[in-house]
C-alpha cells in the first residue's frame, strides 16, 4: 500500500519520495492522493487504458489505473504508480511556489500552461510535454527512483523494497535509504547535471 484511508502517503513512501526527489516533507504530508475524478474537469484526460496525473495545490489526481496501484503491494501495476508518484510529488514545491488557494491553484495552471507552451514551440508538439522546464524538475524523483531500482534488482532482491513500504514501517524505510544514501545521492547529482542543466 502507498496511500493511506486519509489519501495520505504511507510514511514510508514519504521518506522513499523525499531521499530520492529532495520535495521536502512538509508537502510530502500534506499531499493527498484523489482520483481524478474529483477535480470539476477530470483532468487529466488520457485514455483509459493509461495512466496518468495531475497536481492542483497539495492534491496529486490520478487516473483510475493509476489510484489502483497504489493498493497493490507488488507487481507492474505497484510500481507504476510508485514511479508515478515519485514524479508527481516534483510538483508539489512548484504548486506551492503560487499559493495554495483558489487563486494560487489558477496562477499555477496558467504558469504550466505557458511552460507547455513555451515547450511546444521550442521542442516541437511530440516533445512539448516531457522537455518543459516544469516536467523535468519534477522528474527528477522518477527517474533517480527508476534507476535506483533497476540497480538494486541486479545487487539485491527488488521485492525488498516492496516488502519495507509494505511493512509501513517508518525505522525500516529509513534503514534501508541509509544502506543505499550514496547511490540515490549520486542518481541524483547525475540527473541534476544531466536534466536540469539544459535549457
Known amino acids: 500500500m502507498l496511500v493511506r ?4 502517503l504511507t510514511v514510508p513512501l514519504l521518506e522513499l519520495l ?7 516533507r512538509q508537502f510530502l504530508e500534506r499531499a493527498r492522493i484523489y482520483p481524478h475524478t474529483a477535480n470539476w474537469l477530470h483532468f487529466p484526460w488520457y485514455p483509459r487504458s493509461r495512466g496518468g496525473a495531475f497536481v492542483l495545490g497539495s492534491r496529486i489526481y490520478l487516473k483510475e489505473r493509476s489510484l489502483a496501484g497504489t493498493h497493490h503491494t507488488s507487481g507492474p501495476e505497484h510500481s507504476a504508480s510508485l514511479l508515478l508518484l515519485a514524479h508527481e510529488v516534483g510538483h508539489l514545491p512548484q504548486a506551492h511556489r503560487f499559493g495554495m488557494n483558489g487563486l494560487g491553484k489558477i496562477r ?17 508538439p511530440t516533445h512539448a510535454h516531457d522537455d518543459a522546464p516544469l516536467e523535468r524538475e519534477a522528474d527528477e524523483g522518477r527517474w533517480v527512483l527508476g534507476k535506483l531500482m533497476e540497480t538494486i534488482a541486479r545487487t539485491e532482491r527488488r ?4 516488502d519495507i513500504l509494505a511493512l509501513e514501517d517508518p ?29
Open 159 to 162: 521485492q525488498d523494497l516492496s
Open 18 to 24: 523525499h531521499a530520492v526527489s529532495g520535495v521536502e
Open 5 to 8: 484511508s486519509d489519501r495520505s
Open 108 to 124: 499555477y495552471a496558467v504558469w504550466a500552461a505557458g511552460q507547455y507552451g513555451w515547450s511546444a514551440l521550442r521542442n516541437g
Open 171 to 199: 525505522s525500516s524505510m529509513i534503514n534501508w535509504l541509509a544502506v543505499h544514501a550514496e547511490l540515490i545521492a549520486g542518481l541524483r547529482k547525475t540527473y541534476q547535471a544531466n536534466y536540469l542543466s539544459r535549457p
